[in-house]
């Protein structure tokens, strides 16, 4: 069997890739291969699954906003019915003294992009938000519109559904191996044993993608970083509570009548995680988080975990940001990886840019090529400040 471009990985950066392709206008073959088509341990359906514009990159804040006006015509793109339960909640990155000066460059690269972010003192910020406490906090930065959450599985539904229409061959399969003559990937292999010739290969493999690159025989330097979500219930319902970001890293989030907690994995240690390791770190919860919650947002010294869970980053070792495009010698594989927390927002935008590329034979709506893979062969980092 052959293929014109075969897919590795069918979540949504995968899905996102293929649905492009045809809205370009790509008539050949696509494969989008997947292992586990329930997708249940897929980073998109295990993800916080939120949207914001405050990177400190702005490449970044551009893939994030045409996600954004994507999210604000989805019906226009998807039909009547599509709906993913967008919010447009805001986030709220906090400062202390020591992280005012990157508050306020990452503000003014985001400011400079168009986004709708206030940069706001302690008084301000506890005004606007009478349940939260300053202590530490010099300043925040305030997403008024164009940041918030919504339903993760869903948006990956609606990719999928799409799909069906757009002649796209769903094979359920592990890709076990990737045949390479020179600089030319030839083909894969499958656990099921079948075969196929491919034209293209495109890596769309999540926290499996630099032991995918590694089947190509390249180096690719994102691994899977184990991530906790924690679940509770409060007595107090903030409805106005953005996306909170405390300095140290900690995060919470409102998601219908409960919370959505992480962010506490502590840099000592954080390493390649087991690929069958979703275990949660409860202690996570009790010893870290919940002190600083308790401390950020005073009410929230009596709550309830409810539930958890765990996923796997996407991680790039390098420079926590994305790795796009082919690879400079193999040129017919190319990299859709390494987002390292903030790939479910990209991916639209993303798999827009990689159509363009194999379609057009060059970037057009947001140019792509800081990310490249010429910066992983020369070590040089392309790093993003705000990796939450
Ligand atoms: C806890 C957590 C919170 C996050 N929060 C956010 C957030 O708020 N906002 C945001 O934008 N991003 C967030 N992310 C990151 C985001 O989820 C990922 O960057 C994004 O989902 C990556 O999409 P993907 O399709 O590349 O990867 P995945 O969703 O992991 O999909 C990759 C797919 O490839 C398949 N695959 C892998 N190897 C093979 C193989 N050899 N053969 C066949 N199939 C294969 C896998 O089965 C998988 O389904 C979060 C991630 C986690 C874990």
Redesign the pocket.
């Known amino acids: 069997m052959r293929y014109d471009i075969v897919i590795?990985?069918?979540?949504?950066?995968?899905s996102s890739v293929a649905y492009y392709l045809r809205e370009e206008g790509f008539s050949g073959s696509i494969a989008l291969?997947?292992?586990?088509p329930q997708?249940a341990?897929?980073?998109?359906?295990?993800?916080?699954?939120?949207?914001r514009q405050q990177f400190s990159i702005p490449e970044n804040i551009r893939l994030s906003q045409f996600t954004l006006k994507l999210f604000r015509r989805l019906k226009e793109e998807f039909g009547a019915e599509a709906d993913i339960g967008f919010r447009e909640g805001g986030y709220l990155i906090l400062a202390g003294e020591a992280g005012l000066p990157i508050l306020k460059a990452n503000h003014a690269a985001q400011v400079a992009e168009g986004a709708d972010i206030l940069l706001e003192n302690a008084d301000q910020l506890t005004r606007r938000f009478p349940w939260l406490s300053a202590e530490g906090i010099t300043a925040g930065a305030y997403g008024r519109s164009g940041e918030g959450w919504f339903d993760?599985h869903a948006m990956l539904m609606l990719f999928r559904k799409a799909l069906r229409e757009k002649k796209i061959d769903f094979i359920s399969?592990?890709?076990?191996g990737i045949e390479r003559q020179g600089d030319r990937v030839t083909g894969v292999s499958l656990d099921n044993g079948d075969r196929l010739e491919a034209g293209t290969v495109i890596n769309?493999?999540?926290?499996?993608a630099g032991?995918?690159a590694a089947l190509a025989g390249l180096a690719l330097p994102v691994e899977p970083r184990k991530?906790n979500?924690f679940v509770f219930e409060a007595r107090e319902k903030y409805a106005d509570m953005p996306l909170l970001v405390d300095p140290s890293g900690i995060y919470v989030r409102p998601e219908g009548s409960v919370y959505l907690t992480?962010g506490a994995e502590p840099e000592e240690g954080d390493g390649p995680a087991d690929a069958g390791d979703f275990e949660v770190d409860w202690p996570l919860f009790e010893e870290v988080i919940w002190p600083v919650l308790a401390t950020r947002i005073p009410a929230f010294e009596a709550i309830k975990p409810t539930r958890a869970w765990a996923?796997?980053?996407?991680y790039n070792t390098l420079d926590q940001n994305a790795v796009i495009g082919p690879h400079p010698e193999v040129t017919n594989f190319l990299f859709?990886?390494g987002?390292s927390?903030?790939?479910?927002?990209?991916?639209p935008a993303v798999g827009k840019a990689l159509a363009e590329l194999i379609v057009h034979g060059g970037y057009r709506t947001i140019d792509c090529s800081a990310f490249g893979y010429s910066r992983v062969a020369e070590g040089r980092a392309f790093r993003e400040l705000n990796v939450i």
């Open positions: 590795i990985g069918g979540a949504i950066v995968g291969i997947e292992r586990d997708f341990h897929a980073a998109t359906t295990l993800s916080m699954a939120s949207i993760a399969a592990s890709v076990t769309a493999a999540g926290p499996n032991k995918v991530r979500v992480g996923g796997h980053y996407d859709a990886n987002f927390g903030h790939g479910l927002q990209q991916a």
